[in-house]
């Protein structure tokens, strides 16, 4: 009799065991891979900057801000085929009185593999406006104290890649279009990061009424970085009825290469740089359609001691779009096996 209890209670533990076990193996995710995924998406992206330096007393920093265009893409995705283009709108949202025209262009694409997911990013801006010249200008006219330099160009090339500690963790449902969240996830994360990125133009990059003759920097005409490092971050995705948010956000260091010119001279050095990882991504997400709103900052930063130069990539950006069940057949033999597997489990409890 004793010898059946234990048989009872190991077959009872045992049962427990094997429903845990396939309790959490299924997905937190649902992928919509066999549904034609067509979206739009409205905004923009930018990339501020400024130089901090103790110029004056008074002046401790010059803050240059490009202008810049709402952009209205669109785009599709089916199976393992995605393609996205957008149409630049004609009117800026800045004054080009006050902040000139500015000519920029952006290029990047990603995938994933595994627990791993690549991305590469292009950016190049043209034609920035110093903020409040009037400061150190006396000529400029007060009512557009800004000093519009169409000659200084910024660009940034980077190959980023995120390992993910947890399988559970898919940038796909972590973005919302092509797969999202039943649940919440979490986990740690690396990003290994590579990255070109600095500013030049024809002429010093500040006025002669801000040089220093003791420092070089302050009428370099270039100034620019390559780094490597690791940043540890973590990301977390909440799901609650129809929403889902997700976050990701890491901070560390990268070893730095860093240079400016000025009159023809170039002087490099090497240190370390802070480098700042977020993303924010939420909104209404269901298996018909969705409404995202989707940001992205990518941080960037030289500096020279006291001469520091920073800069942030943006984009903000409204994503909409619907999912289409094209194959009904296929979507639902998965559902079913699906539930299959759910209801197997139920009965080894």
Do not use: C
């Amino acid at each position: 009799m004793s010898r059946l209890k234990i048989l009872i209670l190991f077959l009872s533990v045992f049962a427990s065991a094997a429903y845990s076990q396939d309790a959490d193996t299924l997905l937190p995710y649902q992928k919509y891979r066999n549904r034609l995924v067509l979206y739009a998406d409205f905004g923009w992206s930018t990339a501020p900057m400024s130089i901090s330096y103790p110029f004056t007393e008074s002046i401790k920093n010059v803050k240059f801000r490009n202008n810049f265009n709402p952009v209205l893409g669109f785009g599709f995705s089916y199976k393992f085929l995605s393609l996205r283009f957008g149409i630049t709108l004609p009117n800026s949202v800045r004054s080009k009185n006050k902040f000139g025209k500015t000519k920029y262009y952006d290029l990047g694409f990603d995938f994933s593999f595994k627990n791993m997911y690549f991305d590469v990013d292009w950016h190049l801006y043209q034609g920035y406006a110093m903020k409040n010249a009037d400061r150190w200008n006396d000529t400029i006219n007060k009512d557009e104290p800004n000093l519009i330099r169409e000659d200084v160009i910024a660009a940034s090339f980077s190959i980023n890649a995120w390992q993910f500690f947890k399988n559970d963790f898919k940038m796909a449902a972590f973005k919302g279009k092509t797969a999202s969240y039943h649940r919440d996830v979490r986990t740690f994360y690396l990003k290994y990061t590579t990255n070109y990125h600095g500013i030049s133009s024809a002429q010093p990059l500040l006025p002669i009424e801000l040089h220093d003759s003791t420092e070089s920097k302050t009428s370099a005409t270039s100034i620019g970085a390559f780094d490597v490092g690791v940043v540890p971050g973590y990301a977390y995705v909440r799901r609650w009825r129809i929403f889902q948010v997700g976050i990701m956000g890491g901070l560390g260091l990268v070893l730095q290469s860093k240079l400016y010119t000025f009159d023809g001279t170039t002087r490099s050095f090497l240190g370390l740089a802070p480098r700042v990882d977020f993303k924010i991504i939420g909104g209404i997400n269901k298996p018909k359609y969705f409404i995202m709103f989707v940001s992205d900052f990518d941080n960037k930063s030289i500096a020279f001691n006291d001469f520091t130069y920073k800069q942030t990539y943006y984009n903000l950006r409204l994503v909409g779009g619907v999912r289409l069940n094209v194959s009904k057949k296929k979507e639902a033999r998965e559902a079913a096996e699906k539930k299959a597997k759910e209801e197997e489990a139920k009965r080894k409890m």
